[in-house]
């Protein structure tokens, strides 16, 4: 059973930077990809980003050039590091653990409790 743990969520200005970082614990073997999924208020859940196993990544087109995913193996630590944020990515962000390359939602297994992020014009 895989438990994750986000953090680094907070409150900053457009055009600020957040890193948001996901502690996993313990072993599920039919993980393959790890991601972060948001959803602000009235709105679904829509996936971020995402990496698989053999470093691919993928991201939404939204956020592209602006979010980087990366992965510490040796802290078992996914982060997300945002840079020019703007009001419309104020949204809870959750990390996920999945079992299909390119971490679409119905293939996710795990999930965290999700880190608050707000950002004001």
């Known amino acids: 059973q895989v438990q994750l743990v986000e953090s680094g969520g907070g409150s900053v200005q457009t055009g600020g930077s957040l890193r948001l970082s996901c502690v996993v614990s313990?072993?599920?073997?039919?993980?393959?990809?790890m991601g972060w999924f948001r959803q602000a208020p009235g709105k679904e859940r829509e996936g971020v980003a995402s990496?698989?196993?053999?470093?691919?990544?993928y991201y939404a087109d939204s956020v592209k050039g602006r979010f980087t995913i990366s992965k510490d193996s040796a802290k078992n630590t996914l982060y997300l590091q945002m840079n020019s944020l703007k009001p419309e990515d104020s949204a809870m962000y959750y990390c996920a653990a999945g079992r299909v390359g390119g971490c679409p939602e119905y293939g996710m297994h795990s999930w965290g409790k999700g880190t608050l992020v707000t950002i004001s014009s």
């Open positions: 313990g072993y599920d073997y039919r993980t393959y990809c």
């Open positions: 990496i698989d196993n053999d470093g691919s990544t």
